[in-house]
Structures are given as C-alpha cells and as structure tokens.
C-alpha cells in the first residue's frame, strides 16, 4: 500500500499563495502518477493537477494552468502543490491521491488539508 498525508493548507487573502505538500510512503515503487484533487462545500470531488512519478510529466486542470505548479521530490517523497493568485473560487478542501501501476483509477487518498481563500 500507499499512504499520503496532505500539508501547508490555511487561510489567505484573494491574490495570496500557498504552498501544499503531499508526503508520501509504503509501496512507492508502486506509484504510477500523483493527483491533487479538490472538493468544495456541496461539490464534487475536481481534478486539479498530477504528475507522473518517474518521468514528471504533468498535467492541470483549465481552472489553475498558469496559477498552480504540481512537482515531485524522490528524495524526499514529496509532491509539491504551488498554487499562486488563488480567488476564493479555490476554497475546498484538496486532497492528494495515488495512482498505482496496474490499477484503472486514483485509490490511497490522503486525509486532505483545508484551503480558505477570502476576497
């Protein structure tokens, strides 16, 4: 198995930036690809950025491309989530999930970490 514990959530000012960072352990030869994920009060769960493990290719969605930057550490099994000009259009709480080789979809999600943003 994998486990991941989201860090760096908090309250900002529209315009602010936070730093978020997923730590990860267990079976990270396993990982395939990392995803942060975001859910709003009364909204589903939204896609927001990932990165393929070894390689670092990464991905956004339209809502954060040139706000938000995902990275990967292996030296320190982290994956950062640099988000900058956050609106309060970013408040949720975000999550990171696990996509492991050989499986068809995100599994291992962390506890997730609350982002406020006020305008």
């Known amino acids: 198995q994998v486990q991941l514990v989201e860090s760096g959530g908090g309250s900002v000012q529209a315009g602010g930036s936070l730093r978020l960072s997923c730590q990860v352990s267990g079976r990270t030869l396993e990982i395939y690809k990392v995803g942060w994920f975001r859910q709003a009060p009364g909204e589903e769960r939204e896609f927001v950025a990932s990165v393929i493990w070894s390689g670092g290719s990464t991905d956004y969605a339209d809502s954060v491309k040139g706000r938000f930057t995902i990275s990967r550490d292996h030296a320190l099994l982290t994956v950062p989530l640099e988000m900058n000009n956050l609106s309060p259009e970013d408040t949720a709480i975000y999550y990171c999930?696990?996509?492991?080789?050989?499986?068809?979809?995100?599994?291992?999600w962390g506890q997730g970490t609350q982002v406020t943003v006020s305008s």
């Open positions: 999930g696990c996509f492991r080789y050989g499986t068809s979809a995100y599994g291992s």
